[in-house]
Structures are given as C-alpha cells and as structure tokens.
Nanobody, 115 residues
Framework: QVQLVESGGGLVQAGGSLRLSCAAS????????MGWYRQAPGKQRELVAR???????NYADSVKGRFTVSRENAKNTVYLQMNSLKPEDTAVYYC?????????WGQGTQVTVSS
C-alpha cells in the first residue's frame, strides 16, 4: 500500500504561484507513476500532470507551460509548481500513485484562485 499526504494548497490571486507537495509512505522509485489530478465543483476529476518512475512527464494542455511536476527522491516527495494561476485552476488537487496496478489517492488540498 501507499499513503499519500498532500500540502501546500491555499488562496492566491490570479497570476500568482503555489507549490503543492505530496509525500509518499514508500520510495517513489518503487511506484510506477505519480500524478496530480484536480476536481472542480460539478466537474469530473481530471489529470493535471504525471511523472513516471523513469522521470518522464505529461501535462494537461490547459496547464502546459505554467505547471511543473518534479520529485525529490530522498524525501519520497513529488511537487507540483503552479505559476500564472488562473481562476479556472480553482479545484481540489489530489495526489495519486499507481503501485502494483492499484491507484492510491491523497486526501486532497484546496486551491482557490481569485480574480
């Protein structure tokens, strides 16, 4: 199993930045992929960014050039740096991990971008 703990959400003005953190309970090298998803009120959960264990990344078109996913292996932590935030980025952001074919989720952290 994998436990995930997110932090770093909050309220920010449009154009601002936030960095989300996701700490995993086991080595991220043992995890096939880790990613960030978000869910806005009344909408389905959507992929924001994902990183494989080999380090390859992919992003939703809506965040390309603004968001960056990275990791710190020694801390078993994955980050999501969010720049140039827009009101439409407002959502609950969830960290996910795929481990042995199962998807594990964090509790979510709220990001609110005011206009």
């Amino acid at each position: 199993q994998v436990q995930l703990v997110e932090s770093g959400g909050g309220l920010v003005q449009a154009g601002g930045s936030l960095r989300l953190s996701c700490a995993a309970s086991r080595s991220i090298f043992s995890i096939n992929a880790m990613g960030w998803y978000r869910q806005a009120p009344g909408k389905q959960r959507e992929l924001v960014a994902r990183m494989s264990s080999g380090g390859s990344t992919n992003y939703a078109d809506s965040v390309k050039g603004r968001f960056t996913v990275s990791r710190e292996n020694a801390k078993n932590t994955v980050y999501l740096q969010m720049n140039s935030l827009k009101p439409e980025d407002t959502a609950v952001y969830y960290c996910s991990a795929r481990y042995w074919g199962y998807d594990y989720w964090g509790q979510g952290t709220q990001v609110t971008v005011s206009s």
